[in-house]
């Protein structure tokens, strides 16, 4: 269970009114997927416009020109069409601003992060941890910081005690993934964005190594100031005990001591 939490509890959440949360774990996989698919499945926005033709007056010689809307007008079409899609792809995001994270739910924390929370101050860890670094990527850092829990916009925050496989939840949020891919285009980065997930959840280059190691670190220390604030009515230990001796990176380790630390002090206070 601890091991499993690791993993799970720092990249967990699923909405807390959520008709599917609470359910058999198969049904709940189906209600959760078939929800966010009714919800956004009408979002992408299909290619192209009408081609049809208006003409002018020329002021200065009294002639006609003809502009074939959509077809001539390159530049503005693809200004629109991305315009579009932005504001597509946005609109999905908002549910990362307001779906509160499952594993905080589950131990009764009052008001919990929501996934946007956790995601925003892991991209600020990101960006310091990684100016500690020469040797690491920066601006690949907090690439990653926002892109590592995006599919949860659509799938919501899925731990193992959801009942959802690492199978499943992996096949649900690559499905995601290059659905918002779709959502995007090109001229978005929508083929970028799946290749920074991708490299996330491989873990194997340094930076999601050090990516890896920031989202179980930001999960303890949220952990330890609910703790302090008392606002949780189970334990939080759970969140501790997964994570020891799961570090990645030197950073990792260190950061973690520290805020162990500090638990350890204000305990024995």
């Known amino acids: 269970d601890a091991d499993a939490d690791a993993d799970a509890d720092a990249d967990g959440s699923v909405l807390h009114d959520d008709p599917a949360f609470g359910l058999d774990p198969a049904l709940a996989t189906e209600r959760l997927y078939e929800r966010r698919g009714k919800m956004f499945g009408v979002l992408v926005c299909h290619d192209g416009a009408p081609t049809t033709e208006e003409e002018d007056d020329d002021d200065a010689t009294g002639s006609k020109t003809t502009t074939v809307v959509g077809k001539n007008?390159?530049?503005?079409?693809?200004d629109n069409d991305a315009a579009s899609r932005a504001i597509n792809f946005l609109t999905l995001t908002r549910t990362l601003k307001t779906t509160k994270r499952t594993g905080w739910i589950m131990r009764g924390v009052h008001h919990p992060e929501s996934i946007a929370d956790h995601m925003y101050r892991m991209s600020l860890m990101s960006m310091i941890a990684s100016f500690s670094n020469g040797a690491l990527d920066t601006n690949k850092c907090i690439q990653l910081a926002l892109i590592h829990d995006l599919a949860e916009a659509r799938v919501g925050d899925i731990t193992p005690h959801c009942g959802v496989s690492d199978e499943e939840k992996h096949r649900l949020e690559l499905e995601t993934m290059e659905y918002i891919s779709a959502m995007l285009g090109p001229?978005?980065?929508?083929?970028?964005?799946?290749?920074?997930?991708k490299e996330y959840e491989e873990g194997i280059t340094e930076e999601a190594k050090l990516l890896k190691d920031l989202d179980k670190i930001e999960m303890i220390l949220q952990a330890q100031e609910y703790e302090e604030e008392g606002s949780h009515e189970k334990s939080l230990d759970q969140f501790f005990t997964s994570t020891e001796g799961k570090w990645k990176t030197e950073i990792g380790r260190a950061w973690a001591e520290e805020i162990v630390s500090r638990r350890k002090k204000k305990n024995d206070e």
């Open 73 to 78: 007008n390159n530049n503005n079409n693809n």
């Open 187 to 197: 001229l978005l980065g929508g083929e970028a964005i799946v290749k920074l997930w």
